[in-house]
Nanobody, 121 residues
Framework: QVELVESGGGLVQAGGSLRLSCVVSGRTFSSYDMGWFRQAPGKEREFVAGIRRTGGSHYADSVKGRFTISRDNAKNTVYLQMNSLKSEDAAVYYC???????????????WGQGIQVTVSS
């Protein structure tokens, strides 16, 4: 059983920053590729950022230069630092663990429960 628990969401003004965290338990964290996805009301879940077990990172074009994904294998935790937040970044954010194509929802085996990020203008 693998469990993912997100934290760090909340309300922030446009232009502000938040850092999301996701703690993974149950299996060897370092063996997984990790991803962050988001889903806004009425929209499909979309890729935000991913980080390979080898450390390589990938970003959606919409967040490049503003968001940074990182991982701490000693703490079984993946982070998403979000800077210069825009109203369009508001969504429920999910972390996920899996293998394969890092930007594809269907490649991930385990998901967190999601955490709300609200951006006020």
């Amino acid at each position: 059983q693998v469990e993912l628990v997100e934290s760090g969401g909340g309300l922030v003004q446009a232009g502000g920053s938040l850092r999301l965290s996701c703690v993974v338990s149950g299996r060897t964290f370092s063996s997984y590729d990790m991803g962050w996805f988001r889903q806004a009301p009425g929209k499909e879940r979309e890729f935000v950022a991913g980080i390979r077990r080898t450390g390589g990172s990938h970003y959606a074009d919409s967040v490049k230069g503003r968001f940074t994904i990182s991982r701490d294998n000693a703490k079984n935790t993946v982070y998403l630092q979000m800077n210069s937040l825009k109203s369009e970044d508001a969504a429920v954010y999910y972390c996920a663990a899996g293998y394969g194509a890092i930007d594809r929802v269907y490649e991930y085996d385990y998901w967190g429960q999601g955490i709300q990020v609200t951006v006020s203008s």
